[in-house]
């Protein structure tokens, strides 16, 4: 099994959607560049919505030019713009994104609420755009959302995610997230869920995309990298959140991740001291307070004239 | 691979000994029979060390008889006292204790510090106390304190935990405790220590004592309990840390164990809703906040006026 581990930093997308103030493009521009700085190598920067619908979004196109370079840089840097369907897949392409994350619900209710499809609508929408995706070579992570509850209906039971993931991947799908869209799952979920689709399809397919709600994102992630995933989402500072689910707050903090991560041997790349600039800069433009529990720690540790120690 | 898990509550001891506020002796009676009140049924509510030293335990002796009794509630009730000594060992055996948890930390500089003895020394005094109580058909339980990492001198080889284990169960221990006593371990680290110590003694014979210093104490848990542990140490609220300790902040909180084992499909008979009038009450008598992370999301749920629904 591979001890690289790589973490997709989704804050400027799903940190971001959600937030009662719409942070404007150059700010955004900014915290690419100081996670970059700190090792990050795959982002999610935007997503190609309706800007009714999500106003924070809607600097999509011209945020893109904006963003860290790999050519410039001399290391390749991969970037994913979220799109809910197939409008927005045009939009992606225009901008020259190499790759798309499709979002399929598990219920009805909870498509209809984000994307006004049912289930099946829903599952057909995303196997046109992953044709479309593979006519043009452009890569497709589809996002299985609510794969453990949705925020609905309640609990979701594991084939459902499995039957998705397996209708996904039928389809074309280069990837697939099991995202836990609103952090009311549990690790053993996870592995009930990830054991066998990681057997059929093998773990280097999967990303997995946490919610700290109920403080068991670190367990989960574990769960999931002790099967062998090696892919996992995570928002800069714990910032996050979806607005059409009630009650999901906080993305798993890319620093906590990180921490959790190389604590245990695998390798990030990412620097959790170097982060704490995006930490900053994340707070000062949605004027709240963020920040992992590893933050927390290496807080008090300061305050008592420490130098946190990590490693 | 048992679904029932042991949860022994150390809020009493480990939560109390280092606060600034000493908890008076009827308030530690009440907090104890809020907490049987929730289910539990495993406490260490005292611990029988020089008063000198930790003036919050002075009370042992005279807590003991305040505590609830399986007998008058007409169902068994397991309490523990730790001792750090002989002498300890003796006024817990007085005062009627069916079971003594010993200490011995992994290093030189961590004995030397809690007990005054070096890393030799210490572990025959634990061989000493365990043959006395073998004699006295008093339980023991061995902490194995330091066992991912040592406040003074940094993280310790997996070795030197199974080591001090195996050393515990030939003097005869009941039982060992693998403690993260500053919170610096990781998962990977908790199943390089207890995979082969299980496959040698068996599950059952081991509990977990973790603190969330860094966050990752749902993370070390969850890994113990995929291995089949199923006894863990716990502290209402997250109440606690070592005075020996620095940097010690925070046992896991007993009601985000009992979340995490209870959404895994594990039955610790306790009810989380009915914790809350514990953690109250221990907010109270130590004038400080306490909480776990669950608590804060059905807080959070309540003040947008639902009700939190936990399974």
Same mark, same amino acid.
């Given at each position: 099994?591979?001890?690289?581990?790589?973490?997709?930093?989704v804050?400027?997308?799903?940190g971001?959607?959600?937030?009662?103030?719409t942070?404007?493009t150059d700010?955004?521009?900014r915290?690419?560049? !100081?996670?970059?700085?700190?090792?990050m190598?795959?982002?999610?920067?935007?997503?190609?919505v309706?800007?009714k619908?999500?106003?924070?979004?809607?600097?999509a196109a011209a945020l893109?030019p904006l963003l860290p370079k790999g050519?410039d840089?001399h290391?390749p !840097?991969h970037?994913?713009a979220l799109?809910?369907?197939?409008?927005?897949?045009q939009?992606?392409k225009?901008?020259g994104?190499?790759?798309?994350?499709?979002?399929?619900s598990?219920?009805?209710s909870?498509?209809?609420r984000?994307l006004r499809?049912?289930?099946?609508q829903?599952?057909q929408?995303?196997e046109a755009?992953?044709?479309?995706?593979?006519?043009?070579?452009?890569?497709?992570?589809?996002?299985?959302?609510g794969?453990?509850?949705?925020?609905y209906d309640g609990p979701v039971p594991?084939?459902?995610?499995?039957?998705?993931?397996?209708?996904?991947?039928?389809?074309g799908s280069d990837e697939?997230?099991?995202?836990?869209?609103?952090?009311?799952?549990?690790p053993?979920?996870?592995?009930?869920?990830m054991?066998p689709l990681i057997?059929?399809?093998?773990a280097e397919?999967?990303?997995?995309?946490?919610h700290d709600t109920?403080?068991l994102a670190?367990?989960?992630?574990w769960a999931a990298a002790d099967?062998?995933?090696?892919?996992?989402?995570a928002s800069i500072?714990?910032l996050?959140g979806?607005p059409?689910?009630?009650?999901?707050?906080?993305?798993m903090?890319?620093?906590?991740?990180?921490y959790?991560l190389e604590?245990a041997?695998?390798?990030?790349g990412?620097?959790?001291?170097k982060l704490?600039?995006?930490v900053?800069?994340a707070?000062e433009?949605?004027?709240?307070?963020?920040?992992?529990?590893i933050?927390?720690?290496m807080?008090?540790?300061?305050k008592q004239?420490?130098?946190?120690?990590?490693w």
């Amino acid at each position: 099994m591979s001890d690289k581990a790589i973490i997709n930093e989704v804050g400027l997308r799903d940190g971001l959607q959600n937030q009662p103030i719409t942070v404007d493009t150059d700010t955004k521009a900014r915290l690419a560049r !100081l996670l970059v700085d700190a090792g990050m190598r795959y982002l999610e920067p935007v997503s190609f919505v309706s800007p009714k619908a999500i106003p924070q979004m809607a600097d999509a196109a011209a945020l893109t030019p904006l963003l860290p370079k790999g050519d410039d840089l001399h290391f390749p !840097l991969h970037y994913t713009a979220l799109i809910p369907n197939l409008k927005g897949y045009q939009l992606a392409k225009e901008a020259g994104y190499p790759t798309v994350a499709l979002v399929l619900s598990t219920t009805d209710s909870f498509n209809e609420r984000n994307l006004r499809m049912s289930l099946e609508q829903a599952t057909q929408s995303c196997e046109a755009i992953i044709a479309a995706a593979k006519a043009d070579g452009i890569a497709t992570r589809t996002y299985i959302s609510g794969a453990f509850a949705c925020p609905y209906d309640g609990p979701v039971p594991v084939t459902l995610p499995q039957q998705l993931t397996e209708r996904m991947f039928a389809a074309g799908s280069d990837e697939v997230a099991i995202a836990d869209t609103i952090g009311a799952g549990n690790p053993q979920q996870m592995k009930d869920i990830m054991a066998p689709l990681i057997r059929e399809f093998g773990a280097e397919k999967f990303y997995v995309h946490l919610h700290d709600t109920r403080g068991l994102a670190a367990a989960m992630a574990w769960a999931a990298a002790d099967l062998g995933v090696r892919r996992f989402d995570a928002s800069i500072g714990g910032l996050g959140g979806c607005p059409f689910a009630p009650g999901a707050t906080g993305n798993m903090a890319t620093e906590d991740l990180v921490y959790l991560l190389e604590s245990a041997g695998l390798k990030t790349g990412i620097d959790v001291e170097k982060l704490r600039a995006a930490v900053t800069l994340a707070q000062e433009a949605t004027q709240r307070p963020l920040g992992g529990r590893i933050l927390s720690w290496m807080e008090s540790q300061e305050k008592q004239g420490k130098t946190p120690c990590l490693w």
